[in-house]
Nanobody
């Protein structure tokens, strides 16, 4: 079955950086558009960024544009999220998600496959 496993979360000071990874198995990786979404305590899960099947197209939420970079390595079946200049408001559980759809899906309902999440905490 499809599995998405995130790693790389942790505690970092404001202004610092983290790189999240999402290792996939049980699917033809290059046939899936992928995204990162996050959920802070007491809030709904929100879209962060997504990437097309080939990696040639990306889309970012305004809140992370210019600070976060999504990428993928289809040969390694891995999705990445480079997060720079982190802010306390970036604190959340970050989820990797996949869909057999096309383009850069931006709604959590677009995704049919989810990882278990990894905690990112940014201290001020």
């Amino acid at each position: 079955q499809v599995q998405l496993v995130e790693s790389g979360g942790g505690l970092v000071q404001a202004g610092g950086s983290l790189r999240l990874s999402c290792a996939a198995s049980g699917l033809t990786f290059s046939n899936y558009a992928l995204g990162w979404l996050r959920q802070a305590p007491g809030k709904e899960r929100e879209f962060v960024t997504s990437i097309t099947r080939s990696g040639g197209g990306t889309y970012y939420a305004d809140s992370v544009k210019g600070r976060f970079t999504i990428s993928r390595d289809n040969g390694k079946m891995t999705l990445y999220l480079q997060m720079n200049n982190l802010k306390p408001e970036d604190t959340a559980v970050y989820y990797c998600a996949g869909t057999s759809g096309w383009g850069t899906p931006r709604n959590r309902r677009d995704y049919g496959y989810w990882g278990q999440g990894t905690q990112v905490t940014v201290s001020s």
